[in-house]
């Protein structure tokens, strides 16, 4: 469908979409992803299917929930309503990777802690 559209705001449509879902739980599914769905219809088709539901927002009426990792953690630049940011790493990421460039063009890094040294045989020159 594209973008982050809400299904089943029109309930005439909600008759296809429990068809739909039915179908993929007919159709042996070990499970059916409920994405971007109004909680009456995530819970009524929940209660109709004999496979677990995830919801991707879709409530918490639904069996299990997923989240996509680089939303949940701060990563992407634009998240949809139902996503919960519980870490904002972009932020960390970005102050790291700043840091490593200046001591790079700095050349502080690598010091000689994070260096290689020789063999003591050709060091000592055996």
């Known amino acids: 469908m594209g973008g982050f559209k809400v299904q089943g705001r029109d309930e005439p449509r909600w008759p296809e979409l429990e068809e739909d879902a039915a179908a993929v739980a007919d159709a042996g599914s ?24 995830v919801g991707i927002g879709a409530s918490n009426a639904c069996d299990g929930q997923i989240l996509v990792l ?3 953690l701060g990563l992407s630049p634009r998240v949809p309503k139902s996503v919960k940011t519980y870490s904002r790493l972009a932020d960390a990421i970005d102050s790291a990777l700043g840091d490593y460039a200046q001591e790079v ?22």
Request: aromatic fraction near 8%.
């Open 30 to 53: 070990f499970g059916v992803v409920l994405e971007g769905m109004i909680e009456p219809l995530a819970a009524r088709i929940t209660s109709q299917i004999a496979i677990p539901t």
């Open 70 to 72: 680089e939303d949940m």
């Open 105 to 126: 063009r700095a050349r502080t890094f690598p010091a000689s802690e994070y260096v290689y040294g020789m063999p003591k045989k050709v060091a000592s020159g055996e």
